[in-house]
Antibody, heavy 116, light 108 residues
Framework: VQLVQSGAEVKKPGASVKVSCKAS????????FSWVRQAPGEGLEWMGW????????IYAQKFQGRVTMTRDTSTDTAYMELRSLRSDDTAMYYC??????????WGQGTLVTVSS | EIVLTQSPATLSVSPGERATLSCRAS??????LAWYQQKPGQAPRLLIY???TRATGLPARFSGSGSGTEFTLTISSLQSEDFSVYYC??????????FGQGSKVEIK
């Protein structure tokens, strides 16, 4: 079981970023994905969840209206797009395989830096 | 939103000694709690789910206990690779799932 995320991104304030998470080693539609971020030197923050089976999403209120999570069952890939980026969105973004709330497998992380 | 409070923030322990970490929830979360370990520069690693079930391959020196609002992660005899940061996470009420602020276990 492996989750491989896309590479680091540098964005300007106000821009958008889309992070991908390619799954392998299991049946993609049997699990969901949580997206979790971690600002430098800080703790873990849950952003939302997507069902790989039917695409149902649940977002943390903090990110409602700014985040969109999608998945592509033809390529076993999940995506997280965050819009209207601010400097405090600078963080490592992780995808994690999630079946019942706990995350058994994590991607390696994607560093998103927001800077003018 | 359920708030998880971990204590202590930092625990200084000698190798071979026992470490006990606490996680307190602001309201009952039944047994819907997980523990993760995170080393510098790495993604978190699942240790425990459902409060006390060890993840596949986890050494038996790690154990979890508790229910309701009080939970504990115990490492019975610390090995060098166990010095790390530990997070608890609740998945009883969402959104959002929430994490504790983390507890660092350092070498004494």
């Amino acid at each position: 079981v492996q989750l491989v995320q896309s590479g680091a991104e540098v964005k300007k304030p106000g821009a958008s970023v889309k992070v991908s998470c390619k799954a392998s080693g299991y049946t993609f539609t049997s699990y969901g994905f949580s997206w979790v971020r971690q600002a430098p030197g800080e703790g873990l923050e849950w952003m939302g969840w997507i069902s790989a089976y039917n695409g149902t999403t649940i977002y943390a209120q903090k990110f409602q209206g700014r985040v969109t999570m999608t998945r592509d069952t033809s390529t076993d890939t999940a995506y997280m797009e965050l819009r209207s980026l601010r400097s405090d969105d600078t963080a490592m973004y992780y995808c994690a395989r999630d079946r019942s709330g706990w995350s058994s497998t994590w991607g390696q992380g994607t560093l998103v830096t927001v800077s003018s | 939103e359920i708030v998880l409070t971990q204590s202590p923030a930092t625990l200084s322990v000698s190798p071979g000694e026992r470490a006990t970490l606490s996680c307190r929830a602001s309201q009952s979360i039944n047994r819907n709690l997980a523990w993760y370990q995170q080393k510098p520069g790495q993604a978190p690693r699942l240790l425990i789910y459902d409060a006390s079930t060890r993840a596949t391959g986890l050494p038996a020196r790690f154990s979890g206990s508790g229910s309701g609002t009080e939970f504990t992660l115990t490492i019975s005899s610390l090995q060098s690779e166990d010095f790390s940061v530990y997070y608890c996470q609740q998945y009883n009420n969402w959104p959002p799932w929430t994490f504790g602020q983390g507890s660092k276990v350092e070498i004494k």
